[in-house]
């Protein structure tokens, strides 16, 4: 039995006289089925194309999933301390950490295909912008239909096309920025304050293309504008976590080095110190823990942050507080 490959009915190169939007055209107009695919430099573009209209993309760089739970983390829409308890029964039940937050309600069906789609849009815009690349199109006889999620016609893309074109800059530090802050609004904006742009768009019922059509200008005339990398809370709040780890390290190194120099763990005369000094870096890592995660951490999530092993806090004496 042979199996039936896709046929390439169109190739060429991407420049400024044949963009993605030419491209896009050409399939539209006589309603192909197939995938698109281009690469540029190192990354390598997937789109998903059923009657002339993009029903899903990926890219080489980025797995979907991996890059929807970096949306949910980063847009609030999940606790730290639910994803933390999702992740401790990932090994146990053979799912991914998307699939448990998906079953258990954390994510809902409609969020989750809000966030495909915005997905799917966020490649169209990338390959908008580029400027050079080699495409085919590859004809197929079906494309299965990706449920919840609305398909991209030509017209969409042709609504954002003069606005990559226009503003292409802006359009590129936006998407480079989209979970950084809003620091500057007009009064009854679209754009929220002290909000992410991701989080902005998530509270609005409208396609991300069309958001992007009006923000975009937008952006460009200075009536709203957004936190640099650094100026954002999130990244204030990380750096805030990595010293404290650092400081961390430091102390317990420092305590290392000062028990050795008085040889406590060679005097077995005071074998009290070897308790102490475990008890101390149980206590230590806890907290490190409890900063991150709002709630204060059993023995297993000790075990599992790779600092401890359950020989170290059988010495320190700790009680583990949340079991009964």
Not at 239 to 246: C, G, K
Request: aromatic letters at 10%; hydrophobic letters at 40%.
């Amino acid at each position: 039995m042979s199996v039936k490959k896709d046929i390439e009915i169109l190739s060429g190169s991407i420049s400024s006289g044949n963009t993605f939007f030419d491209i896009c055209r050409e399939i539209a107009l006589p309603k192909w089925t197939g995938m698109l695919v281009i690469k540029a430099g190192k990354t390598k573009y997937n789109f998903y194309f059923r009657e002339g209209e993009i029903i899903y993309s990926e890219n080489s760089l980025e797995k979907t999933e991996s890059k929807i739970l970096e949306m949910i983390r980063r847009a609030d829409l999940v606790s730290r301390e639910t994803l933390s308890s999702s992740e401790k029964k990932k090994s146990k039940v053979m799912r991914t950490l998307l699939e448990i937050l998906v079953e258990e309600g954390h994510v809902s069906m409609l969020l989750y295909s809000r966030v495909i789609s915005t997905l799917i849009r966020l490649n169209i815009l990338k390959a908008m912008l580029l400027k050079k690349g080699e495409y085919k199109f590859l004809e197929r006889k079906t494309i299965r239909e990706v449920h919840g999620v609305k398909p991209v016609s030509v017209l969409d893309i042709n609504n954002i096309a003069s606005v990559v074109d226009s503003y292409p800059a802006e359009t590129k530090k936006i998407l480079k920025n989209w979970y950084n802050n809003v620091s500057e609004t007009k009064e009854g904006h679209y754009l929220v304050k002290n909000k992410s742009f991701l989080q902005s768009f998530l509270a609005r019922e409208i396609d991300f293309l069309s958001f992007m059509a009006k923000a975009v200008p937008d952006y460009a005339k200075k009536e709203w504008q957004m936190q640099g990398l650094f100026g954002s809370f999130s990244a204030f709040q990380t750096i805030l976590i990595y010293m404290f780890r650092s400081l961390a390290v430091f102390g317990i190194a420092l305590f290392l080095y000062l028990v050795f120099m008085t040889g406590a763990f060679s005097a077995v005369k005071n074998p009290r110190s070897v308790e102490e000094f475990y008890f101390f870096k149980v206590k230590l890592t806890s907290s490190m823990i409890s900063l991150e995660t709002g709630s204060e951490p059993d023995k297993e999530q000790l075990i599992m942050s790779g600092l401890l092993t359950e020989k170290d806090i059988e010495i320190s004496g700790i009680k583990d507080n949340n079991k009964p």
